[in-house]
């Protein structure tokens, strides 16, 4: 079975790049544009997941939405 990874990243454009590189490379790839949306699709597939790949361009932001939807203030 191919490796599955999580994908993260705010700019359409350089997600669909990845996403498309590293399928031809073989990985199963799910993708999230945003923190809320990764930890979403994180917490449903953490046990499927056997990599996780994140390139964020404005990280603060990102990030910060991340930690208030898990909860940290």
């Not at 990985?27 to 996780?52: D, M, P, Q, S, W």
């Amino acid at each position: 079975m191919k490796p599955k990874l999580l994908l993260v990243e705010d700019e359409p454009g350089m997600l669909e790049e990845m996403q498309t590189y590293l399928q031809r490379e073989g990985f199963r790839v799910l993708t999230a544009c945003t923190g809320k949306e990764a930890l979403v699709k994180y917490e449903a597939e953490e046990n499927g997941l056997e990599i996780r790949l994140y390139t964020i361009s404005r990280p603060v932001t990102v990030m910060a939405e991340a930690r208030r939807h898990a909860g940290f203030h």
